[in-house]
T-cell receptor
Framework: GEEVAQTPKHLVRGEGQKAKLYCAPIKGHSYVFWYQQVLKNEFKFLISFQNENVFDETGMPKERFSAKCLPNSPCSLEIQATKLEDSAVYFC??????????FGDGTRLSIL | GQQLNQSPQSMFIQEGEDVSMNCTSSSIFNTWLWYKQDPGEGPVLLIALYKAGELTSNGRLTAQFGITRKDSFLNISASIPSDVGIYFCAGHLQTGANNLFFGTGTRLTVIP
């Protein structure tokens, strides 16, 4: 498609439950990025993929967060055993190599 | 942590006025990007800058890549009500990492 599609738009989970977010990048873009936007609008980089391979995971919390980009499937970001502090808007972006990143509209995750 | 200092944090201006905001960093950047984010949506790319000293316009928007490669500014001329939103600077560090580092945002309010 011509835009980054993220689903769901809103996700509510009880503390300790699992949350899974999806992202379909722009067709032809080989890089996918996940960012977390928290209070005060701060963006935190989580992980990037080049096609289905992890490119940079330096921002990923090691214990509960995982992500995948499999061929012919939307990319996914999964959080196990969610905590209150995981409440945020999660954005996916895609790009051609070192070209500007284009963002989806995000998934608002609320942990109760 | 945050690599970019963006100012001002917020601005209240009359319709028709010009606006200027800037980003500074202690690190050298290879690219500077300016995005606008509306409530409930993802950042939308406004202008991309690739070379030190580059001055680029997009309609009423003008942005410059600082000579030192550590700063950038965005100007909006003759503001209109739809300019309301949060503006973010972002960039790729000289280190070659392809994830974006974001400024803290400038919230613009335009008074009709």
């Amino acid at each position: 498609g011509e835009e980054v599609a993220q689903t769901p738009k809103h996700l509510v989970r009880g503390e300790g439950q699992k949350a899974k977010l999806y992202c379909a990048p722009i067709k032809g873009h080989s890089y996918v990025f996940w960012y977390q936007q928290v209070l005060k609008n701060e963006f935190k980089f989580l992980i990037s993929f080049q096609n289905e391979n992890v490119f940079d995971e330096t921002g990923m919390p090691k214990e509960r967060f995982s992500a995948k980009c499999l061929p012919n499937s939307p990319c996914s970001l999964e959080i196990q055993a969610t905590k209150l502090e995981d409440s945020a808007v999660y954005f996916c972006a895609s790009s051609q190599s070192y070209q500007p990143q284009h963002f989806g509209d995000g998934t608002r995750l609320s942990i109760l | 942590g945050q690599q970019l200092n963006q100012s001002p944090q917020s601005m209240f201006i009359q319709e028709g006025e010009d606006v200027s905001m800037n980003c500074t960093s202690s690190s050298i950047f290879n690219t500077w990007l300016w995005y606008k984010q509306d409530p409930g949506e993802g950042p939308v790319l406004l202008i991309a800058l690739y070379k030190a000293g580059e001055l680029t316009s997009n309609g009423r928007l003008t942005a410059q890549f600082g000579i030192t490669r550590k700063d950038s500014f965005l100007n909006i001329s003759a503001s209109i009500p739809s300019d309301v939103g949060i503006y973010f600077c972002a960039g790729h560090l000289q280190t070659g990492a392809n994830n974006l580092f974001f400024g803290t945002g400038t919230r613009l309010t335009v008074i009709p």
